[in-house]
């Protein structure tokens, strides 16, 4: 009997499901019916309950159609049966009236709700400041403008990508967190339709930021990305395909002199390149109102850099974030035909590091006895534009403390060991060969796969060159490999993660799960030998920095963070980009770190004032030290930058200082 019931239930719910394949109109005579089946028994029993019920039975039925037909907005009129059937059909008409209206209304409100949670409608800003694409380099991108807009009331990022935007808002309040006055604004699309650019109204931004897309043709899609933007700006009526816009740049401080709110005729663009080949191409399709970035080229650089100095990536990003101090242009009609040389004692709360010529040339670290005009600028790092104020005397100088004389110290061939190989490899030994003597050596330490050999040879050049390349196959994670390389016997140790590739699934593996067992490796290494590894690592996630086993010979390279740092400095203040691409260029003036004992007596104290003096003698800028006792311990990690000139400290033998200078080509870089 349960197995019959059972089957019963199984066929009607099949035939149920059947009949409401039909279409609306089963579905409607199954409404009706479920509605007569709960309002008729209902209205019944009303009735036949009531005090006032009637004594017949017709009457009782006629009440029961006056409930059900009210209840149903039927009307419940009684009387001839036509009059019934006519107040029926002019029911139903006013009901069938209703119910569509309301499902019109309904549906053009979750069309428009769709719409707008997919990001098609068009921002309609000014002054703004538009990011196209999605990479790394997003969240470091965005959370600097919120910084930089910190004190602005009216402030706009748009973000456009080709991604779901409700995605997009999720992740950039995660990772950006509260965004204070700056309104987030998120549209779908793709960046290389001109009609889908206008969504974000490029032509009436202040600056437009495009990011190369994780994949082989990222490169390529900044290309088409910039294209677009031209043809966007064109069809808004824009000189050759810029726009009109705002030209909004703030600087971080929203204040005048240089880095305030200045009109412009164009939209300022800032784009980045991973590869080499794709700079000009993109430089071309940026035109004049446009810098773009080479990442590649500017990471290895600052491995590189880092290897000779570990510590000097926390200067950059001390330097290009918000939070700190950074560079600014400022007037400063009282330094007016005074020299170079006096200015960089004239403030006490900021470092000279240039001078901005009314014609806009750029002259970074110029000689002391430069004469400043009175329309240019001075390149300042300082907390603000309006910190930087001449003080009423210059600090004093302890002539005592100076080196006057720093030996040259002959060249020597270098050892640096290469944990790992990925596409920066070869750049990284091409720097290297720049600042290396002859015998030199680069030993690599990665898997011995055909294209990693390939590409080890290729970068290993001539067999004459004074910089020789040879790998060695083993698993930089692997225990035993480590162990048998001897890291300690080398100058410095340099460790890069894999390239990301799809694994399992079609999810890249994450570059910095292995970079992390290697850095265990070491550490353990170190503890054991009890020396310290001068060991630069290139991280592509900033939150593992944090897991990173730390020592004072230690440096790590966010490539990504950096990145995002620079393109966000440089789209709010365009007088930067010349500094910028100077400081990342070969064979121009460089932030170094360099051994303190250069500039003033070991163990002697002396003021910061001191020390910028015997900086300026030697042709260079001082703008902070580190303090090696200090270096092992964050949040600084013993990175002072811009002290104050009177600030007096005693001076160790391995503390550091921070000078702008310049360094040629096969010069000592550190």
């Known amino acids: 009997m349960a197995r019959r019931r059972s089957r019963w239930r199984e066929r009607a719910g099949y035939w149920f499901d059947n009949t409401l394949t039909r279409g609306a109109s089963a579905l409607i005579g199954w409404l009706a019916l479920a509605c007569l089946a709960v309002v008729v028994p209902v209205s019944a029993l009303m009735v036949w309950t009531a005090r006032d019920a009637p004594g017949s039975l017709p009457g009782k039925l006629a009440r029961v159609w006056h409930h059900a037909g009210d209840t149903l907005r039927l009307g419940g009129l009684v009387g001839p049966p036509a009059q019934v059937l006519l107040s029926v059909v ?4 006013a009901l069938l009236y209703v119910s569509t209206l309301v499902s019109l209304i309904t549906a053009g409100v979750n069309e428009r709700i769709v719409a707008l949670r997919r990001g098609r409608s068009t921002v309609l800003e000014d002054g703004h400041v538009v990011v196209l ?78 990011l190369p897309r994780d994949g082989p043709s990222g490169d390529a899609e900044v290309v088409k990305t910039l294209l677009a933007l031209r043809a966007a700006g064109r069809a808004a009526g824009g000189p050759d395909g810029t726009g009109t816009g705002s030209g909004t740049e703030n600087g971080g401080s929203g204040g005048d002199d240089g880095n305030g709110t200045e009109s412009g005729t164009g939209v300022w663009v800032v784009a980045a390149v991973r590869d080499a080949r794709y700079r000009l191409p993109a430089a071309l399709a940026a035109g004049d109102g446009g810098v773009v970035l080479e990442t590649d080229d500017i990471t290895a650089r600052l491995i590189v850099q880092s290897a000779r100095r570990p510590g000097l990536s926390l200067v950059y990003q001390e330097l290009l974030d918000f939070a700190g101090d950074e560079f600014y242009t400022v007037r400063e009609p009282a330094l007016a035909g005074r020299t170079f040389g006096e200015a ?34 001075i390149v300042v790092v300082t907390r603000d534009d309006d910190t930087a104020v001449v003080a009423e005397r210059p600090p004093d100088v302890d002539e005592s403390v100076l080196v006057t004389a720093v030996p040259a110290e002959p060249r020597r061939p270098e050892r640096v060991l290469l944990l790992g190989w990925n596409r920066r490899a070869p750049l990284i030994v091409g720097r290297l060969r720049r600042y290396s003597a002859p015998g030199s050596v680069v030993d690599v330490v990665a898997d011995a796969e055909p294209a990693t050999a390939a590409a080890v040879r290729a970068a290993d050049g001539d067999a004459g060159a004074a910089l020789s390349v040879v790998l060695r196959p083993g698993d930089p994670a692997d225990r035993q490999t480590v162990e048998a390389v001897d890291a300690a016997s080398y100058d410095s140790v340099i460790v890069l993660g894999p390239d ?60 990504g963070k950096l990145i995002g740092l620079l393109m966000a400095q440089i789209s709010q203040n365009r007088q930067l980009a010349g500094v910028f691409e100077e400081l990342f260029s070969a064979g121009g003036n460089e ?11 070991p163990a002697a104290t002396a003021s910061f004032a001191t020390v910028v003096e015997a900086a300026r003698r030697r042709g260079e800028c001082a703008i902070g030290y580190r303090d090696h006792a200090g270096a092992a311990h964050g949040p600084r990690y013993g990175i002072w930058i811009n ?28």
């Open 133 to 210: 694409g999605w990479s790394e380099q997003v969240f470091t991108v965005v959370a600097e403008l919120v910084a930089a807009n910190a004190n602005q009331r009216r402030a706009a990022v748009a973000v456009l990508a080709d991604r779901d935007k409700t995605a997009m808002e999720d992740a950039l309040h995660t990772k950006v967190g509260p965004t204070g006055g700056t309104r987030l604004i998120c549209r779908s699309g793709s960046t290389t339709d001109p009609a889908v650019l206008s969504r974000v109204s490029p032509h009436t931004a202040g600056a437009v930021l495009v």
């Open 90 to 93: 002019l029911a139903v008409v």
């Open 344 to 377: 960089l004692l004239a403030y006490a709360t900021s470092c000279a590091v240039g001078l901005l010529r009314a014609d806009g040339g750029l002259a970074l670290n110029p000689p002391s006895d430069t004469l400043i005009g009175a329309a240019d600028r």
């Open 500 to 559: 990301p590739v799809p694994g399992p699934g079609g999810v890249a593996e994450e570059p910095d799960d292995r970079t992390l067992v290697t850095l265990l490796l070491l550490r353990a290494l170190e503890a054991a030998s009890g020396w310290e590894l001068p060991v630069v690592t290139e991280m592509t996630d900033d939150r593992n920095r944090a897991l990173a086993p730390v020592s004072p010979g230690a440096d790590f390279i966010v490539s």
């Open 643 to 670: 002290p104050h000139k009177e600030t007096s400290r005693r001076w160790a033998e391995r503390d550091e200082v921070v000078v702008v200078a310049t360094v040629g080509l096969g010069a000592e870089a550190g």
């Open 591 to 601: 932030i170094l770190l360099r051994p303190a004992s250069r500039y003033v007596r």
